[in-house]
């Protein structure tokens, strides 16, 4: 599971002791909610579904998707289905080639998401030879469902749009700048990208 919401108030009161601005965005904007997801293949998949898509488009894809293959959506059941099918149900043939991919590496063991490596950038590693898993949705699933402590996805604009605002930064920072200045807050990099992320549309900021 996810980053609870005592892992989250631990790991930000690390991180505020000792950096004055997060102490003062934090008494701003107050603890976030933590954003938990299951562990497991049927994540990945909602994952790929929602790719480049509103939450509500996502949603009625899958309700097509489940009515079509069972709850779940079952590896076996969406390698055998038709292509035809698939696309009546809103899913595009990009999407489902990423979503078979996925499907092939967890019928044929080729990852098991239960046993994914303890060393993150060895997780990502795993991940990402799923096709349409980037870096970030990888880093996304391990910070959500696996709860690791110190995922930092830098690259996410939003990420950096709210360390622009709780540092009183001049600009946005890059995806270099941004690994740079959060080295700083290890081993505790998620509770603070879960911040960031609560701080980008807080206005009171």
Request: aromatic share 6%.
């Amino acid at each position: 599971m996810g980053l609870t919401a005592d892992a989250l108030i631990s790991g930000l009161d690390a991180i505020a002791a000792a950096e004055p601005a997060m102490a003062r965005a934090l008494e701003v904007a107050g603890y976030p909610e933590p954003r938990i997801r299951p562990t497991g293949y049927t994540t990945l998949l909602r994952t790929i579904v929602g790719q480049q898509v509103s939450v509500a488009a996502a949603a009625s894809v899958w309700a097509r998707l489940e009515a079509l293959l069972g709850d779940g959506l079952p590896p076996d059941a969406l390698l055998a289905a038709d292509f035809d099918a698939l696309r009546g149900c809103g899913l595009s043939r990009q999407k489902q080639g990423y979503a078979r991919s996925l499907c092939e590496l967890v019928t044929a063991g080729a990852l098991d998401l239960d046993a994914l490596p303890q060393d993150d950038e060895e997780a990502i590693a795993h991940l990402i030879k799923i096709k349409g898993i980037g870096r970030w949705s990888a880093e996304i699933y391990l910070l959500f469902a696996e709860g690791r402590p110190d995922i930092w996805p830098a690259g996410d604009l939003a990420v950096q749009a709210g360390l622009h605002k709780i540092l009183g930064l001049d600009a946005r920072p890059s995806e270099k700048e941004t690994r740079v200045l959060a080295e700083q807050w290890r081993p505790h990099r998620g509770s603070a990208a879960i911040f960031t992320w609560h701080c980008y549309n807080n206005p009171a900021l």
